[in-house]
């Protein structure tokens, strides 16, 4: 990276103030892709034998119009407690998801560790997932652009604009929709613009 392009970075993180962004970007994994890639206990509470995690929250993540900021100084700790944690294993089934998410993304909210999670469950009630990729019975395939406009078809206001799947190779890895401060639909031009170049990509069966 240039000289140049480095200090811009290192202002840019100086910068970040916890409270002082632009909106967030609810963030919905896939977890059969997820879980495909991953091996040994870390991974047990998502992707164990008995687990059928589908669309799950990866996280809400404050966004400037370009750019995001991240590991923001607060007077929360850094360690979530499990009682804080554990109501949402239904949408996010790990401590150390949920503990990494605070640190990196949830200190720049400005919020308190309660108050950010239950955002969070706010902003994932907020979504209408489509029934049709939802179910997760057998393998499905299709294009980048259809995938998205079935959850703009489930969710009145919801923008192609406002909206990005990305992929790990030819599986879907993630959904990322924009939302206001308030958790209203908006159009966000960098996420739009980052999401998958594939021509078609397939979500995995749970199981």
Known sequence: MPVTATIALAQQRHDDRAGQFDFYV?????????????????????????RDFRFIVHGL?????KGYPDFCETREPG???????????????????????????????????REYFNETRRAFERIRLPSDLSRGDSA?????????????WANPGMSRRGISASCEGRRLEEVRI????????????EVDGDGCRAGSITLPPVR
């Open 26 to 50: 609810l963030s919905l994994s896939w977890s059969p892709t997820f879980c495909a890639s991953q091996r040994g206990n870390e991974s047990d509470q998502q992707c164990g034998e008995t």
């Open 61 to 65: 993540w404050p966004q400037y119009e």
């Open 79 to 113: 360690r979530v407690p499990r009682s804080v944690g554990e109501p949402l294993f239904d949408i996010m089934p790990s401590m150390g998801l949920i503990g990494h998410q605070w640190r990196k993304h949830g200190s720049c909210t400005g919020l308190g560790q």
């Open 140 to 152: 499905v395939t299709l294009s980048v652009d259809q995938i998205e406009e079935k959850f703009v």
């Open 178 to 189: 924009c939302l206001t401060k308030d958790l209203q639909f908006r159009d966000c031009a």
